[in-house]
């Protein structure tokens, strides 16, 4: 039953084939065979799943179903769920259980999906190995002897789709961590348009950046998903009134001498990728060539700036968001000898190493001294790139790029805070420009492991960067369950 893509399913849900009460049983008894293996999970909440269920075929029996019913789905442990301990990976926030529910996990309730735990992710969203969880790395489910990472921050969702301990999952995405995540697990991770689901109630990194989204096991499912968590929220201010609804199969945008116009980067040409993403690349590249699309090259002058724009922009709004974590209205509190001792000793020992880094580089760039010359400047470059991808759009209809160098690295490679940062390069620019981007599995490297290609859409054209995305899954044709542990 874990074979079953989401679309898959809903089918047999809907015709009775199977109920939820059983499909949730497997991914139960998945999370009870490899749970402690992965570390996917940092609650798991099988209680609450088994009721779900049964709601859900009552539901189905009285022909009441709903959209997503029965699906048994992971939750970044970022999205604040009523009841249910809500910890953004942190020491601070280890025993925090919220008593609201966010506005994104509201909708899956909505859709009567079933809440199968609270997915592991790097603290705060931060990192790209999910190694800075206070409750330690969770673990990609391919070649799981080597110990790989399943990337960051949404590591933990990735991990548990891949690996059949849930059938899709949230992930957020401030500078790459669904579309990095989902690349090298061989996911399709899809970062939609800035605005398109509610922030409300997910806990914050960068406000102007963080970006809820969908890991699925494929295009149609993420598509699913975020139909159901995408729409307008009244509780966030930067919450967007386009929507986004759909059914599938997508609708192919290639073939037929339909007519489409995909973009190539010119800038990343230049940067150093392995010769696997390269073959594939071009593989996928002449696909869309032989199904009638045409490429082009655009121009996105600033884009390899916008690793330096990142590092200063998402950092300074972190330093000002977790402000907030002083010991005073919830989460961790370190009594000290005054107020000013308390605040201290509570973020020292509630912060791991890499938040107190982002939060000391955010507070310098914003100081008197340094605001122009950083944070102003970043803010310009930001500005750039946006301008650039609006040029580049009204020349080519999509842009694909990859999603990142190369396939998934040992947990324990070593990197050094600089180093994990320029992972990031391929996908901080659309986090600037607030584009939709979907990373899709493009095919295997020599190795076995799974690359991504992602696709790049002007601002709310979500629906197009599935429908290209398809094309691409489907040239690509790789089975993306690993084998060593779904059990073939
Ligand atoms: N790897 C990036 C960072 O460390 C992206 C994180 C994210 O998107 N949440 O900031």
Same mark, same amino acid.
């Given at each position: 039953?874990?074979?079953?893509?989401?679309?898959?399913?809903?089918?047999?849900?809907n015709?009775?084939?199977?109920?939820?009460?059983?499909?949730?049983?497997?991914?139960?008894?998945?999370?009870?065979?490899?749970?402690?293996?992965?570390?996917?999970?940092?609650t798991t909440?099988?209680?609450?799943?088994?009721?779900?269920?049964?709601?859900?075929?009552?539901?189905?029996?009285?022909g009441?179903?709903?959209?997503?019913?029965?699906?048994?789905?992971?939750?970044k442990?970022?999205?604040?769920?009523?009841?249910?301990?809500?910890?953004?990976?942190?020491?601070?926030?280890?025993?925090?259980?919220?008593?609201?529910?966010?506005?994104?996990?509201? *909708?899956?309730?909505?859709?009567?999906?079933v809440?199968?735990?609270?997915a592991?992710?790097?603290?705060?969203?931060?990192?790209?190995?999910?190694?800075?969880?206070?409750?330690?790395?969770?673990?990609?489910p391919?070649q799981?002897?080597?110990?790989?990472?399943?990337?960051?921050?949404?590591?933990?969702?990735?991990?548990?789709?891949?690996?059949?301990?849930?059938?899709?999952?949230?992930?957020?995405?401030?500078?790459?961590?669904?579309?990095?995540?989902?690349?090298?697990?061989?996911?399709?991770?899809?970062?939609?348009?800035y605005?398109? $689901?509610?922030?409300?109630? $997910?806990?914050?990194f960068?406000?102007?950046?963080d970006?809820?989204?969908?890991?699925?096991?494929?295009?149609?499912?993420a598509?699913?998903?975020?139909?159901?968590?995408?729409?307008?929220?009244?509780?966030d201010?930067?919450?967007?009134?386009?929507?986004?609804?759909?059914?599938?199969?997508?609708?192919?945008?290639l073939?037929?001498g339909?007519?489409?116009?995909v973009?190539?980067?010119?800038?990343?040409?230049?940067?150093?990728?392995?010769?696997?993403?390269?073959?594939?690349?071009? *593989?996928?590249?002449?696909?869309?060539?032989?199904?009638?699309?045409?490429?082009?090259?655009?121009s996105?002058?600033?884009?390899?700036?916008?690793?330096?724009?990142?590092?200063?922009?998402?950092p300074?709004?972190a330093?000002?968001?977790?402000?907030?974590?002083?010991?005073?209205r919830?989460?961790?509190?370190?009594?000290?000898?005054?107020?000013?001792?308390?605040? *201290?000793k509570?973020?020292?020992?509630?912060?791991?190493?890499?938040?107190?880094?982002?939060?000391?580089?955010?507070?310098?760039?914003?100081?008197?001294?340094?605001?122009?010359v950083?944070?102003?400047?970043?803010?310009?470059?930001?500005?750039?790139?946006?301008?650039?991808?609006? *040029?580049?759009?009204?020349?080519?209809?999509?842009?694909? $790029?990859?999603?990142?160098?190369?396939?998934?690295?040992?947990?324990?490679?070593?990197?050094?805070?600089?180093?994990?940062?320029?992972?990031?390069?391929?996908?901080?620019?659309?986090?600037?420009?607030?584009?939709?981007?979907?990373?899709v599995? $493009?095919?295997?490297?020599?190795?076995?492991?799974?690359?991504?290609i992602?696709?790049?859409?002007?601002?709310?054209?979500?629906?197009?960067?599935?429908q290209?995305?398809?094309?691409?899954?489907?040239?690509?044709?790789?089975?993306?369950?690993?084998?060593?542990?779904?059990?073939?």
């Amino acid at each position: 039953m874990i074979n079953l893509t989401l679309t898959e399913a809903l089918k047999k849900l809907n015709s009775g084939e199977i109920s939820a009460v059983e499909l949730t049983r497997a991914y139960l008894d998945r999370i009870e065979k490899y749970g402690a293996d992965l570390n996917c999970y940092i609650t798991t909440t099988p209680e609450r799943a088994l009721a779900d269920a049964a709601a859900s075929d009552a539901r189905r029996a009285a022909g009441d179903a709903k959209f997503l019913d029965g699906a048994p789905i992971a939750m970044k442990d970022l999205f604040a769920t009523r009841g249910i301990r809500t910890t953004a990976a942190s020491r601070m926030l280890e025993n925090f259980v919220p008593e609201y529910e966010s506005t994104v996990s509201q *909708k899956f309730i909505d859709a009567g999906t079933v809440l199968l735990g609270k997915a592991n992710l790097d603290e705060f969203a931060m990192g790209t190995f999910s190694k800075t969880s206070f409750f330690g790395a969770p673990v990609n489910p391919w070649q799981m002897e080597n110990r790989l990472t399943a990337g960051g921050s949404s590591g933990g969702s990735t991990s548990a789709v891949a690996g059949g301990l849930a059938i899709a999952a949230t992930g957020t995405d401030t500078g790459g961590s669904i579309r990095f995540p989902a690349a090298i697990t061989g996911m399709v991770g899809m970062k939609p348009t800035y605005g398109l $689901c509610s922030r409300w109630g $997910c806990v914050a990194f960068a406000s102007s950046l963080d970006t809820p989204g969908p890991i699925a096991r494929t295009v149609d499912d993420a598509a699913l998903m975020l139909s159901a968590m995408a729409g307008h929220d009244p509780k966030d201010s930067t919450s967007s009134k386009h929507g986004f609804t759909c059914t599938t199969p997508l609708e192919p945008v290639l073939g037929d001498g339909k007519k489409l116009r995909v973009g190539i980067i010119k800038e990343f040409s230049d940067v150093k990728i392995s010769d696997d993403m390269k073959t594939l690349f071009e *593989k996928r590249i002449s696909d869309l060539k032989s199904m009638g699309a045409e490429i082009v090259e655009v121009s996105i002058p600033n884009i390899l700036d916008a690793l330096a724009a990142y590092y200063i922009i998402a950092p300074a709004e972190a330093s000002s968001n977790l402000a907030r974590y002083d010991g005073m209205r919830y989460g961790l509190r370190v009594e000290g000898r005054d107020i000013y001792d308390t605040f *201290k000793k509570t973020r020292a020992a509630g912060f791991g190493d890499e938040v107190k880094r982002r939060m000391i580089i955010g507070t310098a760039v914003l100081s008197s001294q340094s605001y122009d010359v950083y944070f102003m400047q970043a803010a310009r470059v930001r500005r750039m790139i946006s301008d650039s991808f609006n *040029k580049a759009f009204t020349e080519c209809d999509l842009i694909i $790029c990859p999603s990142s160098a190369g396939t998934a690295m040992p947990l324990d490679s070593g990197l050094s805070p600089l180093e994990f940062y320029a992972l990031d390069l391929f996908t901080v620019a659309m986090n600037l420009a607030g584009v939709p981007a979907c990373s899709v599995p $493009c095919g295997l490297a020599q190795n076995g492991l799974p690359l991504g290609i992602q696709v790049v859409g002007n601002r709310f054209d979500d629906m197009r960067v599935l429908q290209l995305a398809k094309h691409i899954e489907t040239a690509a044709d790789i089975d993306n369950r690993p084998t060593t542990i779904m059990g073939k």
